[in-house]
């Protein structure tokens, strides 16, 4: 069924945050393959030594207020989607809404779904603000990296947070159409309790995981819109790797120009909570006014939020209040891999 706010709803600013630090792809396969593997992405982001989801998500946040205008008093619910919180216990949204100016009269709370928890939260802002119990509400997905050494995770994870602040249509620079959530129990990828790496499902992490997720949420989406790929300007899928969204964007109909810009997260490594979410930022940067977009996320487990957007006039002054997505890509120092080791401390010592 097709999830349509009974307010218009739409996005009234936008941000992103990519540390600077890279680890190259090529450096990860000499550790462990004796650089004959190759690597499936050029390089990925590592947060620094005094970085992780909090301040991340910080920093996306304070972009999209710039890009907002909005009085951090005035959002009354801030929503935080992570798979790689700071603590095990105490919620990253309070330090997150303390930091911003947000307290005490707002609602904080974190969300969980693998990589598809900030859709989660992005879509659960949409319905307060879509059911007039909120003007503003903030949703945002962040991450690091957390692939185990000599993984193929390893290679594909970054860091990364993307911050979205919802609003009545009539303030927003992308104005929600609908969403469309898909949700089956398909144990793909998985972490148990007091263990340091998730696991994969090998088999179930493609077909009957990804692309059925994927294909059946924008399918379903598209249909109830009465849109086809023709329709949209630009689309982005959730990118655990460089091939899956190609393959789905191809499977569904869309021409390579249209998810280019959205696959920006294959140069910084999948960031989990913000891939999607972070590819969106990376498109808003380029839109025009009346541009649709399409964003599907994915979520090991297994589900995928499908949400469409038109694009309204006030993006032309909006975007230039905050760092585009790209100027983070670009700010760029790189590391090697024991530094990147050092840093995201996987050495152990007893």
């Known amino acids: 069924m097709l999830l349509?706010?009974?307010?218009?709803?739409?996005i009234a600013g936008y941000g992103a945050y990519v540390p600077r630090y890279r680890l190259p792809g090529s450096e990860v396969d000499r550790i462990w393959n004796e650089g004959q593997a190759?690597?499936?992405?050029?390089?990925?982001?590592?947060p620094g030594v005094d970085e992780d989801t909090a301040t991340m998500s910080i920093e996306a946040a304070r972009n999209a207020l710039a890009r907002a205008g909005v009085d951090?008093?005035?959002i009354r619910a801030v929503w935080v989607g992570s798979e790689s919180p700071p603590y095990a216990v105490k919620p990253t949204s309070t330090i997150v809404a303390q930091a911003i100016g947000a307290v005490p009269a707002t609602q904080a709370a974190d969300w969980e779904f693998a990589c598809k928890a900030g859709t989660e939260a992005f879509q659960a802002a949409i319905a307060l603000v879509?059911?007039?119990m909120a003007d503003y509400a903030l949703a945002i997905g962040a991450d690091t990296a957390q692939g185990r050494p000599g993984d193929a995770l390893e290679f594909t994870t970054g860091a990364g947070a993307a911050a979205y602040l919802l609003g009545p249509a009539e303030d927003s620079l992308a104005i929600v159409e609908g969403s469309f959530s898909y949700v089956t129990d398909t144990p793909d990828f998985f972490r148990r309790p007091y263990q340091h790496y998730p696991q994969h499902g090998h088999r179930f992490t493609g077909d009957p995981a990804y692309f059925h997720h994927i294909l059946s949420a924008a399918r379903q989406l598209m249909a109830s819109l009465g849109t086809t790929p023709a329709d949209y300007a630009a689309a982005v899928f959730h990118q655990p790797n460089p091939k899956f969204p190609e393959q789905a964007a191809r499977t569904l109909g869309f021409k390579p120009e249209q998810t280019r810009t959205g696959l920006l997260?294959?140069?910084?490594?999948n960031v989990y909570a913000a891939s999607s979410l972070l590819g969106l930022t990376a498109i808003l940067d380029e839109a025009r006014p009346g541009d649709r977009v399409l964003l599907v996320s994915y979520g090991s487990g297994a589900g995928s939020d499908a949400i469409s957007f038109r694009v309204t006039d006030r993006i032309e002054e909006r975007r230039h209040r905050a760092p585009r997505t790209q100027a983070y890509i670009q700010r760029r120092k790189e590391i090697d891999y024991g530094t990147y080791v050092r840093y995201r401390k996987k050495l152990h010592m007893h």
């Open 72 to 74: 951090p008093a005035a």
């Open 130 to 132: 879509g059911s007039c």
């Open 4 to 10: 349509k706010p009974v307010r218009e709803v739409g």
């Open 265 to 269: 997260c294959p140069l910084v490594g």
């Open 38 to 46: 190759g690597s499936p992405i050029k390089e990925k982001s590592v």
